[in-house]
Antibody, heavy 120, light 107 residues
Framework: EVQLLESGGGLLQPGGSLRLSCAAS????????MCWVRRAPGTGPEWVSS????????AYADSVKGRFTISRDNSKNTLYLQMNSLRVDDTAVYYC?????????????WGQGTMVTVSA | EIMMTQSPATLSVSPGERATLSCWAS??????LGWYQQKPGQAPRLLIY???TRATGIPARFSGGGSGTEFTLTISSLQSEDFAVYYCQQYDKWPLTFGGGTKVEIK
């Protein structure tokens, strides 16, 4: 069974930093692109960032570009999201997502999410 | 940015009836379109990818169609577990974007 387990969420003040992790099991992690998606309270899903299977290609939503960095360690089956200069509007549940193919595709498997709250 | 528009915002349907949800893209996304179901307190679940391919374990009552800029999700006979919010999403071009969702509620 495929499992994606996010961790690292929490409560912090604007301007702070946080690193989310996502541990994958039940898949050959290095074969698939991965991404992060967030859902703010009362809104629909918002794609945040994607990374190819090898890590050579990354992409970001304009709302996080320059502040967030996606990375992966295929030897540890783990995906990361480094979040800097956090803002109140970054408050959301953050989901780790496995994509269908090595380079992209639909969002096939979702973790249960980790909550990030940014508040003064 | 490709804008995704869903209609209707809310669909009231009786169990056993057919439901048809619509999704439009502001420019062509080829067949790179997915549908997701989300229930309260749960992560979204992939139903359909590539416009019309059911994801693993998805019942045959869910079907997707369309191409280019106009897409549909049809649930042939609604079951109690199908009442949820449904989102379409394009993964053709960055930034990857979702529609605003259609809530399917019990009539």
């Amino acid at each position: 069974e495929v499992q994606l387990l996010e961790s690292g969420g929490g409560l912090l003040q604007p301007g702070g930093s946080l690193r989310l992790s996502c541990a994958a099991s039940g898949i050959t992690f290095s074969n698939y692109a991965m991404c992060w998606v967030r859902r703010a309270p009362g809104t629909g899903p918002e794609w945040v960032s994607s990374i190819s299977n090898s890590g050579d290609t990354t992409a970001y939503a304009d709302s996080v570009k320059g502040r967030f960095t996606i990375s992966r360690d295929n030897s540890k089956n783990t995906l990361y999201l480094q979040m800097n200069s956090l803002r109140v509007d970054d408050t959301a549940v953050y989901y780790c997502v496995k994509r269908v193919t090595a380079r992209g595709g639909a969002f096939e498997i979702w973790g249960q999410g980790t909550m990030v709250t940014v508040s003064a | 940015e490709i804008m995704m528009t869903q209609s209707p915002a809310t669909l009231s349907v009786s169990p056993g009836e057919r439901a048809t949800l619509s999704c439009w893209a502001s420019q062509s996304v080829s067949s790179n379109l997915g549908w997701y179901q989300q229930k309260p307190g749960q992560a979204p679940r992939l139903l359909i990818y590539g416009t019309s391919t059911r994801a693993t374990g998805i019942p045959a009552r869910f079907s997707g169609g369309g191409s280019g800029t106009e897409f549909t999700l049809t649930i042939s006979s609604l079951q109690s577990e199908d009442f949820a919010v449904y989102y379409c999403q394009q993964y053709d071009k960055w930034p990857l974007t979702f529609g605003g969702g259609t809530k399917v509620e019990i009539k």
